[in-house]
């Protein structure tokens, strides 16, 4: 029997696909935040993810250890400092695919496209070149132009950049291909978001990896918007490296801890170049404080400094609630929440008779969470009445509402309730 779109998209049928879904969200295990009194509708996990319940006592644990150990806490805290990044390679491991001596959480994201790059763009003869996707997000293309500029390339030429086909919004993966193979005697390296934080389209980074290996380039990701959005199997795939932040989807924290893989077949390399530190060298000699670097043979090589441990204490239990919650059955209930979100804003559309386009792809195989509604005929007055409303989104110039029902903690429900503030919203700008 199909269900008329008045009901479908009521609090009360949403309610029961809350109750009835397969995979339970797990909201009550975080802190939803309440504005001027009203808990509001948050759907900006993509942009600052919500906070673990768990965090806070994570944080304590370690700091009465400090308090009572001092120094030795390095040693006999109940988990050690000195290896206190280890405890979290598996949960990361687990989240991109990977083999855990190939990743390592350190630094913060942008940092570590620069340690990156260090080690895999290399521009030797005519092979100088990058290719990224348009619009990449600024820091990143910050990042390859400057590394492009340090290597006394000049991003003009150097940098490629792929854009949508005319009309479109997303990227095709088979431009990427063709740009590859037109470049291929002078590329040196493919860099491109998995998820690309402005459309939310998902990239398939099989694909694009086997494109540039096919050419001899190194292929990495930034994966800032696909880390606890999307399952990835970069060790499968290949892929060269990977970075990204844990504060979005992660919910680590403000500014938490980030992360890199480094592929196996690249890790305990000497020939390539990488900036050292002394957290990089072998652990068992660390403290032997030699004058010769002497590398670990893991991701860990990348690392420079000992750990944040205070941010890490959150990271370790975010990554802790991926490894029970499975970030395939994550995906599952992703899947569902955001296609509910994207019909019930074309029935809101319909109703209010209004356009809606979403510039993400409506291939849920080609997307993650977040979906980005142009603006259009409102502009940015409408995001700013749905924030009054108690709607968490975010506005992104020139005219773009980002919106990411997160699987772990937003409901159908949210979602009921945010399509009847979007309609009077809607309805209230069209009569004006
Ligand atoms: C969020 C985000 C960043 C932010 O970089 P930080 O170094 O963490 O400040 C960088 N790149 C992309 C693609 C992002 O989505």
């Known amino acids: 029997m199909e269900i008329k779109p008045k009901r479908l998209f009521s609090i009360e049928h949403a309610r029961s696909l809350d109750k009835n879904d397969p995979i339970p969200d797990r909201r009550s295990d975080f802190h939803l935040p309440v504005i001027d009194g009203k808990e509001v509708l948050y759907f900006t996990g993509n942009s600052l993810g919500l906070q673990p319940k768990t965090a806070k006592q994570a944080i304590k644990t370690e700091l009465d250890d400090w308090a009572q150990w001092g120094v030795e806490g390095h040693f006999h805290a109940q988990n050690p400092w000195v290896s206190y990044h280890e405890k979290l390679a598996k949960g990361l ?3 991109v695919g990977a083999k855990e001596h190939e990743v390592v959480a350190m630094n913060a994201l942008t940092v570590n496209l ?3 790059l260090v080690s895999f763009y290399v521009p030797q003869g005519r092979r100088t070149k990058i290719i990224c996707e348009a619009k990449a997000f600024p820091s990143d293309q910050y990042a390859l132009a400057s590394q492009i500029r340090f290597h006394g390339g ?6 490629i950049a792929i854009s949508p086909r005319p009309g479109a919004t997303c990227i095709e993966e088979e431009d990427i291909e063709k740009a590859i193979e037109a470049h291929a005697n002078e590329l040196a390296l493919v860099m491109i978001g998995g998820v690309h934080y402005f459309t939310g389209q998902l ?10 290996h096919a050419v001899g380039a190194h292929c990495g990701f930034d994966l800032a918007h696909a880390m606890g959005n999307i399952p990835m199997q970069l060790h499968d795939w290949g892929v060269d490296f990977a970075c990204w932040c844990s504060y979005k989807y992660l919910n680590s924290g403000p500014g938490a801890v980030a992360g890199a893989f480094i592929h196996e077949k690249h ?3 000497e020939d390539i170049p990488r900036f050292d530190g002394w957290w990089g060298h072998d652990a068992k000699r660390r403290f032997l404080m030699e004058p010769n670097f002497e590398s670990m043979k893991t991701a860990e090589a990348w690392q420079m400094s000992n750990a944040p441990v205070l941010n890490m204490a959150v990271h370790a239990a975010s990554l802790e609630m991926f490894l029970e919650s499975r970030i395939d059955q994550l995906r599952e209930k992703s899947k569902r929440l955001t296609a509910y979100m994207e019909a019930g804003i074309q029935h809101v559309a319909e109703e209010v008779g209004f356009r809606a386009e979403l510039i993400t792809p409506t291939d849920p195989e080609r997307r993650g969470c977040q979906l980005s509604l142009a603006a259009h005929g409102f502009g940015k007055s409408l995001f700013e009445a749905l924030t009054k409303a108690g709607v968490i989104s975010d506005w992104r110039e020139p005219n773009v509402i980002r919106m990411a ?3 772990l903690y937003n409901t159908f429900e949210d979602i009921a309730a945010f399509l009847a503030i979007f309609k009077d919203c809607t309805e209230a700008m069209s009569t004006e």
């Open 405 to 407: 029902p997160v699987p």
């Open 267 to 269: 890790v305990g390399r």
């Open 203 to 212: 990239m398939d980074m099989k694909r694009i990896t086997r494109a540039a």
């Open 114 to 116: 620069h340690l990156l």
């Open 93 to 95: 491991a687990n989240l």
């Open 154 to 159: 000049d991003p003009d030429t150097d940098l």
